[in-house]
């Protein structure tokens, strides 16, 4: 039973614009920032900046960007000091974060703002660090967008966000908030965008001058930049599979995802808990994903088959999950040896494996190669805990190798969830369930 | 502890010679048949041709092939008659073999004797049948190969005999008695040879014209014809791999394999037992490895894997042997859909296995398309079972399809060797500890 597009789009509108009473919120708490700002900004030119000025924010999400703009003469360092100071005499409640450069975020009246510091250029191409681009950002979507583009915008960062592709973080790998923009600047309006990404086969790139990942669109105001370079081929598939599932079956799903699913099989998921290596977001998920790729290239190497790999970071503990296609490795396992015209190595691998106590058949000269069907069993947690233990150096898990030497546990996730906190759980469970939350009939 | 080479090949040269009264014996069983033909040979002239008329026979082996050589005139129905009347007429105890036409197969003194009609050609350009070319391979060989060459194609079909890929025939794809006379004219001596293979590498093509399936040589005596035309790739890397063996570690092994393995495990073998749908050897070979193929497919598609394929073909029934990595197969199982940017077969799937009772994850979007991970489980023995009453149709199983539907027995080669006959169990043991009998330390 589907509903109506129209009617659906107008409900999805009616919930991501923010009421006037908000709107009057967040704009008493820019007045006011800019008020503390004032006195103080004597070497630099304080700018807001982000969704909130360019009128393309979500009513779940106020938050204000107010950059600290220098003249180009300024030192980093002198930059870096005063974004601190102000910071400090600005919020009563503050704290110190880190993207390039470190930021200081603030809250008033429950509104988070971030003040950045960034220099002052006359074009895109004299910048000196990714936050001088932003104002040029700023000034192009309000140039270009009219205010239906603008609510195009919020309802595609809302589809973004339930369909799970929302945000350049390599934890996400998906669509940024520029992105949006872009796209709707691009493409006219969400219905006309989600039209012609069925068209989006593979690899797609709208013009930018290089091969992208998976997507390549060039960046307006800096051509030479790929707007959608933090998006994976999943993300995309994902977002070309769900337009077209909402452009025939349109209901509010797409964007508000309902709850977790009551019965969960948790018993193909293996999970290891070990110390979080960064604080920086940003650095800790290119590790992760690192080293989950490299455990599961070693759990295949043993005979596993993983068919999804997860992740969750807690404030001080990361917790990798491992679909497998079995708890139990298979009884027997074809291993490879040397190519037969390979006469040394030939002789190496048949006399380790000629009357080697696992060795259950050959070896035997199949297409080319020595084979050795080899008795192998035993439960993957048991492999993963001797990998984790006897053949560490071996698996290149960067930052997450000092904390494994310190401690971890293997466990399946059945058992997991009973020691694990609330947030790891859900993240346990909706992996172990994994549905695209919007094919649900 | 290697033997010398030298020594080894005196012992093997000793082993395969016919001795003076095995040549007596032969010599005078020739001159029987001669003298009982002669008063029948009005329409054709009897020659004799083959392994003894080249002196490349082995002791083991003494077979004489006398061919019936008729005019071009003759009509292939009058020749085919003919060798009857005449192998009648000139045997007491005879049958008839099918090769491309049929011919005599006689005893006389227990000595196997072939009586084959073939046209009489002045070149092979000319021939009407396969076989018309026999003759000028008799000639080819005793024009070219030395005392000490033939001698050493003796060596050498005792080495391929005893590595398991001598004979042409479909059920070996090895070499024929005449290649290894073409290899040892090539390469001059058996040594010669297996140093030369040490330098081959994946497909060879030694002059022939074409692109081989694994070896390429062209005849001597018509260019445009494979002499290894029959010769697998797995058949071709074991004969490298063997003379690389050999040649440092020398040993009668190569030529007589010892016993079987004392200890085997069955329980990865599943066998299928059904009837043998043709008399034609080589006809039920080409069958048996297509139907073996096509079950090793669906059963992969139905989440097993097959190491190996075997087969044994008893005198009514034939057994398929599939060394499998697990009896069970895996509990969990990636089915991977259709491509996201297919819309309709996307929907299909989704609305599919959305709520099936196997979907254990899923159905979800990954790199490019919809995946769904399915509860699988159960016996292979089953499986199979099921796949031959319910999917006979789409296996294209040829010939075993009428015979599967008469009857067929699924087990594993641990009960099937209670209910098997020796020669069957001899095969099932073998292909379950499969292991090249040279690489024995």
Not at 123 to 133: C, K, L
Not at 165 to 168: E, H, I
């Given at each position: 039973m589907s509903a109506d597009i129209g009617s659906v789009l107008k409900e999805v509108e009616a919930r991501v614009t923010p009421s006037e009473e908000l709107v009057a919120r967040v704009m008493r708490v820019r007045d006011e920032v800019f008020r503390r700002l004032q006195p103080l900004a004597v070497d630099f030119r304080p700018e807001l900046e982000g969704s909130v000025a360019k009128g393309t924010w979500l009513a779940t999400d106020p938050e204000l960007d107010v950059f600290m703009i220098f003249p180009t003469s300024a030192s980093e360092d002198s930059m870096v000091n005063r974004v601190m100071e102000v910071g400090k005499a600005v919020f009563d409640k503050w704290e110190v974060s880190y993207a390039e450069h470190p930021y200081v975020r603030g809250w008033i009246d429950d509104v988070p703002i971030d003040l950045v510091p960034c220099y002052g250029v006359n074009?895109?191409?004299?910048?000196?660090?990714?936050?001088?681009?932003t104002p040029f950002h700023t000034r192009f979507v309000n140039q270009s967008l009219s205010q239906e583009q603008k609510r195009d915008v919020r309802i595609l960062k809302a589809f973004f966000k339930g369909i799970g592709?929302?945000?350049?973080e390599i934890r996400v790998r998906g669509f940024s908030g520029y992105a949006s923009e872009v796209l709707i600047y691009r493409f006219g309006s969400f219905l006309n965008l989600l039209k012609n990404a069925?068209?989006?086969?593979?690899k797609v790139n709208l013009g930018w001058n290089c091969e992208p990942d998976a997507l390549g669109i060039p960046d307006p105001v800096d051509p030479s930049r790929n707007v959608t370079a933090s998006v994976s081929i999943r993300s995309l598939s994902t977002f070309v599979a769900a337009s077209g599932f909402f452009l025939r079956r349109p209901s509010l799903r797409f964007f508000w995802p309902s709850g977790e699913k009551a019965n969960v099989r948790l018993d193909q998921v293996l999970v290891l808990r070990t110390g979080r290596p960064s604080s920086i977001d940003d650095i800790l998920w290119g590790e992760i994903w690192k080293a989950a790729d490299s455990m599961r290239k070693q759990l295949a190497k043993e005979g596993f088959t993983v068919f999804d790999v997860g992740a969750h970071a807690g404030p001080d503990y990361v917790c990798f999950a491992f679909y497998l296609s079995s708890k139990m490795r298979a009884t027997a396992y074809l291993m490879e040896g040397p190519p037969v015209n390979l006469i040394e190595d030939s002789i190496k691998f048949v006399d380790k494996w000629s009357s080697h106590e696992q060795t259950l058949r050959g070896p035997w000269v199949g297409d080319g190669r020595w084979l050795v069907v080899r008795a192998l069993g035993g439960d993957a947690k048991d492999v993963l805990e001797a990998m984790l233990k006897k053949e560490l150096k071996q698996l290149a898990l960067g930052d997450f190798e000092r904390q494994i030497k310190r401690g971890f546990q293997v466990g399946w996730a059945t058992d997991a969830i009973e020691s694990c906190d609330e947030e790891c759980v859900r993240m346990l469970r909706s992996f172990a369930g994994l549905k695209e939350p919007w094919v649900r009939p």
């Open positions: 074009s895109p191409s004299e910048m000196r660090s990714a936050v001088d681009r592709v929302y945000g350049a069925q068209k989006w086969k593979g």
